[in-house]
């Protein structure tokens, strides 16, 4: 594997989940694939997960890491083309990313939607520019559109959790009192569509994926009616697609409750976290026994790995 943006660079899917269990099961079994290798870790945003399971993949596979924060007390780097850079930005991409490629023999890249320019996010204009110029493979820890890490680990957590080989699941749209991108849902819908589980997207109007995401996939807008049977209740908040980047709604009513997961299959609970509590879920339901959000981020060290074993083995 080359580069890890989508779950289009995997193999195949179902490869990718046999991958996994074999890392699960045997994690410092493959060392000598990363011994004298290095990943650096460029963080454009904050994260707690991402950098912390993605280091100890790489330390697990026999990696070195380095880490960098594109914050304050570095330089500020410019993403776009033919700018006069008199601001404040005091090196290009167009620099700096060879020369981290120069250093590493893997770069790891987060870069959010800025929420600025729709065009520019949806055309990944940073992560486009490491996969380009990086002279070694990449791997998005959440671009502008996709957050493909979690998107694998999700995958592997429901495997792990399904009691039906084709198990109902859920994504909900939730309240939040920011405006938060759409690269988790859109990376959600796009591994859920490479399985055979029934997927369901509830949302309220206006908050409508981006179509390239979710092609043919249901939208149920009764929320109640999205959880009836469900197996697996996904949560999580995005601003709106089509009002690009606003927020038209924190309706309370549609935080994930007991009341409404009392309408499920023994619902399994699933974020990605962070999470607001009694906001996005109600303490009463991530609390629960049917709540998998410490194995499901467990699971991102895990997938992390199989993404580094994949790319290391070419
Ligand atoms: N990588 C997991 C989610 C990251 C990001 N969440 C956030 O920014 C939450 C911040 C807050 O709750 O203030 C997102 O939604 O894409
Ligand atoms: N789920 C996730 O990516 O978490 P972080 O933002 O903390 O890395």
Known sequence: MKKFISVKDLPSIEKAIETAFEIKKNPYGFQHLGKNKTMVLVFFNSSLRTRLSTQKAAMNMGMNTMVLNVTEDSWQLESEMGVVMDGKNAEHLREAIPVIGRYCDVIGVRAFAKFEDKEADYSERILTQFVDYAGVPVVSMEGATRH?????????????????????????????????????????????????????????????????????????????????????????????????GQILSKDFGWTVDEAKMALTNEAKFMHCLPVRRNVVVTDGVIDSPNSIVVEEAYNRQVTAQAVLKMILEG
Do not use: C
């Not at 493909?148 to 080989?165: F, N």
């Not at 198990?167 to 009192?177: E, S």
């Not at 990376?187 to 399985?195: I, N």
């Not at 997927?199 to 979710?214: D, I, K, R």
């Open 148 to 244: 493909p890490l979690q998107s694998y680990a999700d995958l592997v957590t429901i495997e792990e959790y399904k009691k039906v080989d084709r198990p109902k699941v859920v994504l909900t749209w939730a309240p939040h009192p920011r405006a938060l991108p759409q690269a988790v849902a859109n990376s959600f819908v796009e591994w859920m569509r490479e399985t055979d589980y029934e997927l369901v997207v509830t949302h309220p109007e206006g908050y409508e994926l981006a179509p390239e995401f979710m092609g043919d996939v249901k939208v149920e807008y009764d929320q109640k009616k999205a959880f009836e049977g469900a197996d697996f209740v996904y949560a999580k908040n995005w601003a709106s697609y089509t009002h690009y």
